[in-house]
């Protein structure tokens, strides 16, 4: 099979792929094979994503797996003898629907994935969740895995929600991002928000934030927070 020639835009979006997926397990989000990051590809219908299974000590740039928009590996590309993640549908259906998204994370970090167990949002109770979700971590519902029914879950939960995560009952995290890295640092906060409010609710019942408080917060980390904030010269 001849293989395809690829832009220097997908050739780096591969090795940043990689780099990514091994802020997984780094930060605790992942086990064994479990968990994947898809990347679109700009200016394109495409998307690259982690192949099905593979160890993540084993990925290297040429193993993702590049994809269309409707999730069908593209023949004669780089990785294309590799099957894709088998949440590659679900991957699709988000990048379809939400064309500012960038980037996919899907992880079953352990405290997250508690409150999806029990079906329950992660309450706005701490400034970091007021900044980064501009409130609760909502809940999708329960879908199998192997079509693009979770996809279809995650649009609709985050629909008209500040999040950038969501919590797929009874399964895991999925969260989005303007690019990879940003959907990946919103899984690590995910994450942290979880544990922390666990934390907080075996002393008691946590405070939730006032919502003009919620606002103010998300506006100002969003906007004004960094080095380079919206609108400065």
């Not at 995910?190 to 103010?216: I, K, N, W, Y």
């Not at 906007?223 to 919206?230: A, E, F, L, R």
Request: aromatic letters at 6%.
């Amino acid at each position: 099979m001849t293989v395809l020639t690829e832009s220097d835009t997908v050739r780096s979006l591969r090795v940043q792929l990689c780099e990514l997926h091994a802020e997984l397990p780094r930060n605790g989000l992942v086990v064994w094979t479990a968990g994947n990051i898809s990347a679109r590809v700009p200016d394109a219908d495409r998307f690259l994503i982690k192949p099905s299974g593979v160890d993540f000590a084993d990925l290297t740039p040429e193993s993702m797996v590049l994809c269309d928009l409707d999730g069908r590996v593209v023949p004669g590309s780089i990785g294309s003898e590799h099957a894709p993640s088998s949440d590659t549908a679900s991957h699709a259906y988000v990048f379809r629907h939400l064309p500012h998204v960038g980037g996919v994370v899907h992880t079953h970090s352990p405290y997250a994935t508690a409150w999806a167990a029990r079906r329950e949002p992660v309450p706005c109770v701490i400034t970091g969740m007021a900044d980064e979700f501009g409130g609760e971590i909502p809940v999708g519902p329960f879908s199998i895995i192997g079509d693009e029914q979770i996809g279809r879950g995650i649009v609709e939960t985050l629909d008209g929600h500040r999040s950038r995560a969501v919590l797929m009952a009874n399964h895991g995290v999925f969260t989005i991002g303007t690019n990879p890295r940003d959907a990946v640092k919103a899984a690590v906060m995910c994450e942290d928000a979880a544990r922390t409010v666990h934390l907080a609710r075996q002393l008691g019942d946590p405070v939730p934030l006032e919502p003009d408080h919620v606002d103010a917060l998300f506006d100002r980390y969003q906007n004004v927070y960094g080095q380079h904030p919206k609108g400065a010269i």
